[in-house]
C-alpha cells in the first residue's frame, strides 16, 4: 500500500427537502467515482436534504438504523468511503 488515497469532491446542487431526487444524484455521483477508482468520495453538508430547510428540517430527518435512503446508499457504496450530509433523528426524536 503506498499510502495514498484518491478523493472525490462531488460539488452538487442539491434540491430542497427533495430527498429521493437528491438519491439519485448521489448514486450517480457513487458509481462515477468507482469507474474513477475514487477511495473517499464526499459531498456537501446536508447534500440529501438541501441546505436552508427551515420548516422541512422534521420532515426529511432520517433514523440510520431505519432509513431506506441511507440503505440504498450502503448498498451502492461497496469498499469506496462516502461523506454525505443529511438530517438525522436520534434515538429520542432530537434532530441532529
Not at 12 to 20: H, K, P
Not at 23 to 28: A, G, N, P, S
Not at 87 to 93: A, F, K
Request: some cysteine; aromatic content about 4%.
Amino acid at each position: 500500500m503506498s499510502g495514498q488515497i484518491r478523493v472525490g469532491l462531488a460539488q452538487i446542487d442539491s434540491r430542497l427537502g427533495a430527498v429521493e431526487e437528491n438519491l439519485e444524484k448521489h448514486l450517480d455521483w457513487i458509481e462515477r467515482a468507482r469507474r474513477e477508482s475514487v477511495d473517499l468520495l464526499v459531498f456537501p453538508e446536508l447534500s440529501l436534504t438541501g441546505y436552508r430547510l427551515l420548516h422541512l428540517t422534521s420532515r426529511v430527518a432520517q433514523r440510520l438504523d431505519r432509513s431506506a435512503t441511507v440503505d440504498s446508499l450502503c448498498e451502492s457504496i461497496g469498499a469506496m468511503h462516502v461523506v454525505v450530509g443529511l438530517v438525522e433523528i436520534g434515538e429520542r426524536g432530537q434532530l441532529h
